[in-house]
């Protein structure tokens, strides 16, 4: 049974304070759905996630362990699927699926990839470049690669994107499947995406204003020399 | 060790399937040496006097030429973000990144480089020194550029900066690169030059692919 958490996440992106004070749980089988308007920080707090950006304060834990401990354990657990598909327009998209594969080291990759290609019903596709794909095919064989080795945990930022309604109902039954085997779902989208009762994370509620938090700080700051201050009297007396 | 491989074979069979930016490199190179003998006068002395100094800050400015690209393309596709997200250590995977831009770049310059000492009429007691100068300089130009290459990801006009960033670096090894080819020249041995070019690599390879990994991850910050 695997935990994933975050407790009092604050993340800053140069100087704009995008949340704070963000705190969520999740266990296996869960998915968690981001929620939120434009900026409200959707793919800030999947990056966080990942791994790829450090939040300004609180942590990200995965049973108990935060995951800037081991990063290589957290990143062989977590498929990430951005906004970009990662595909290079002169290879194959077998050739494409194949790198990713490799740097899990994962045993009997062929199968594997043709396992996912045909998860996602692009095994004709498989010897097509990516420069002759549509933007959806692209999608697909982005998504194809996150069934490829072993993982805990999926965070998609906007994986709808780019897909056709049939598609979206097969992302849906992927999800479901993933969950099914113990896997958490953290996930963003515009459009309904038809997955078992998720647990909804509305990023607006954590938006504070600059000043507030700034404020805050102050606070913090203020605070603790006049709770030292009082303990080196009685030091003193 | 796996992970280095795969990097470096999808590298090299995405260069080859490309190609221009080999071949793009030797012809800058090329020409770039041939301007001399017109800029200096065809006089052969003053050619063969000069010919390991225009060799080397040739192949120093057409090695930074290819620099640009090396992430860029991975920066732009999400490439790198995917790279930086995988089990292996980045370190390892910018290892293999920079091994496959020196086959690419590195080498063909090392084999043309023989054909335009000829054409500057060097003498050819240097032909030798100068290959295997070249030989333990070119990977450390690549080691080197790849710190700058990372550090200018996401910026404007990211060509010029990269050569403001990365040249100054490459002083030491034109320095004794040249140095090398001109003892051979002048008949002494070269070999305290080749010994610190050694030292240099050595100090690259342990210390660029950190430097390189760190930078990539601030990009993706």
């Known amino acids: 049974m695997a935990d994933f958490s975050g407790s009092d996440l604050t993340c800053l992106r140069g100087e704009r304070l995008v949340f704070g004070g963000l705190s969520f749980s999740a266990k296996s089988g869960d998915a968690v759905m981001l929620r939120g308007r434009n900026g409200a920080g959707k793919s800030s707090l999947l990056r966080l996630m990942a791994g790829l950006l450090a939040p300004r304060s609180g942590a990200l834990c995965w049973n108990g362990e935060n995951i800037s401990d081991d990063r290589a354990a957290h990143h062989a657990r977590t498929h990430y699927l951005g906004h970009q598909d990662a595909i290079k327009p002169v290879l194959t998209v077998r050739d494409n699926l194949r790198l990713w594969g490799q740097l899990r080291g994962v045993a009997a990759l062929e199968a594997a990839i043709d396992r996912a290609l045909n998860a996602l019903q692009i095994h004709h596709l498989s010897r097509v470049t990516g420069r002759y794909l549509s933007s959806g095919q692209k999608r697909r064989t982005a998504l194809a690669r996150i069934l490829i080795g072993d993982s805990h945990l999926w965070l998609l930022d906007e994986p709808t994107v780019g897909l056709d309604r049939e598609s979206c109902a097969e992302l849906a039954q992927l999800i479901a499947e993933f969950r099914a085997n113990g896997g958490i779902v953290v996930y963003s989208t515009h459009i309904d995406l038809d997955v078992e009762n998720p647990t909804i994370l509305d990023l607006d509620d954590f938006a504070i204003p600059m000043v507030e938090w700034l404020a805050e700080q102050d606070d913090i700051e203020d605070m603790a020399p006049t709770k030292g201050t009082p303990t080196s009297q009685e030091a003193a007396q | 060790m796996n992970g280095f491989l795969a990097i470096l074979r999808r590298d090299l069979s995405l260069a080859l399937r490309q190609g221009a930016d080999s071949v793009m490199v030797v012809a800058f190179f090329i020409v770039t040496t041939t301007l001399f003998p017109f800029g200096v006068g065809p006089e052969v002395n003053i050619l063969a006097r000069i010919a390991s100094g225009v060799i080397w800050v040739s192949a120093l400015l057409a090695a930074m030429l290819s620099l640009e690209r090396v992430f860029q393309a991975d920066y732009e596709d999400g490439s790198l973000e995917l790279l930086t997200l995988s089990p292996v250590s980045l370190e390892l995977l910018i290892l293999g990144k920079v091994l496959a831009h020196w086959l690419t770049t590195g080498l063909p310059l090392i084999i043309a480089a023989p054909l335009m000492a000829v054409m500057l009429n060097m003498d050819q007691n240097g032909f030798a020194i100068l290959m295997i100068a070249m030989l333990l300089g070119t990977p450390a130009l690549s080691l080197i550029g790849a710190i700058g290459a990372a550090l200018i ?34 008949g002494i041995s070269a070999t305290a030059q080749l010994q610190i070019m050694a030292a240099i690599l050595l100090l690259t390879l342990a210390a660029a692919p950190f430097a390189t990994a760190h930078a990539v991850r601030q990009a993706m910050e």
């Open chain 2, 153 to 186: 990801l996401g910026a404007r006009r990211g060509g010029v900066l990269v050569s403001l960033l990365v040249l100054p670096l490459y002083i030491p090894v034109l320095i004794f690169g040249a140095g090398a080819v001109e003892a051979a020249l002048l």
